[in-house]
């Protein structure tokens, strides 16, 4: 249902990203391509990380104090209107805003809140003209019923045979839910300088898809980036994983 005093055209563009297993850079994907989005349209842009307990952002970017997403997990569900997310946003100095998720494990309990979650990316798209919903990995329903929210789903994969094989369950179990396929898009990580690793016509073979962006090894932008709480995009804006940043936005990026 739409918030009050809403119409459908007045949604932001409400892009996903997610994968079939944790640890291949979903947060890091949703950040730097938020930015770039953002550097390029000049328009408001909100990203909200949604996995309490699971949270990295905070981390990465170096917020210690997290409560703004608690709080809306714990609010009686007819308090969340666009409003009261606004006021639980941060500020980014690159001028974008984060609703981020606690880190702290025991907050994953909060998954349970389903009518509060459900109320959130119901009122998250008219935040911004674009929205980006970072949702880690797998499918619970908190997922599910985001992904029927949105416009575009980016899958985050690694060149390996055992991912690729995971990423295949995942595509099928989006089309099972009803997300259409041309609305699915894929973005290939490389982390390690490899010989071992598929490449990724390999991957796009085995996947049945095409790639849509190959991001290339960067372990030491990564670490300098980790270091100093920055997004790799703006710590090292030249860089090669800037340029690739730069083509999947411009895929994203809504034509008038």
């Given at each position: ?10 949604r ?6 997610l994968?079939?297993?944790g640890?291949l ?7 730097n ?29 170096g ?5 703004g997403?608690?709080r809306?997990?714990k ?8 409003q009261?997310i ?8 690159s ?21 509060n ?6 009122n998250?798209p008219?935040l911004?003209q ?10 619970p ?10 416009d ?14 995971q990423?295949?369950?995942?595509i ?6 009803g997300?259409a396929e041309?609305r ?23 996947l049945?898809?095409k ?5 290339t ?9 980790a270091?100093?709480n ?5 710590q ?5 994983t ?9 895929l994203?990026?809504k034509?008038?």
């Open positions: 249902t739409l918030p009050p005093s809403q119409t459908p055209s007045d932001g563009h409400t892009l996903v990203v994968a079939a297993k640890g850079g979903v947060s890091s994907v949703a950040t391509l938020g930015i770039v989005i953002f550097r390029r349209t000049k328009s408001k842009l909100v990203i909200a990380e949604l996995r309490p307990g699971h949270g990295g952002i905070s981390i990465d970017l917020y210690p104090d997290i409560d997403y608690n809306l997990l609010n009686d569900p007819k308090d969340i209107t666009p009261t606004e006021m639980s946003l941060i500020n980014h100095t001028g974008i805003q984060f609703l981020l998720a606690s880190p702290q494990p025991k907050d994953g309990i909060l998954l349970n809140a389903f009518r979650f459900e109320a959130i990316i119901n998250l008219f911004g674009y929205i980006i919903l970072d949702l880690g990995s797998s499918l329903p908190t997922t599910q019923a985001a992904i029927n929210q949105c575009e789903v980016i899958v985050i994969l690694e060149p390996v045979p055992n991912n690729v094989r990423t295949k369950k995942l099928q179990d989006l089309l099972d839910i997300t041309n699915i898009r894929f973005a290939l990580i490389n982390r390690i300088r490899s010989s071992v690793q598929m490449n990724w016509t390999q991957v796009q073979e085995e049945g898809y790639i849509t962006t190959v991001f090894p960067a372990p030491e932008l990564a670490y300098q980036s270091a100093a920055q997004p790799m995009v703006i090292q804006p030249g860089s090669i800037a340029q690739q940043f730069d083509k999947l936005a411009t994203m990026i034509q008038p």
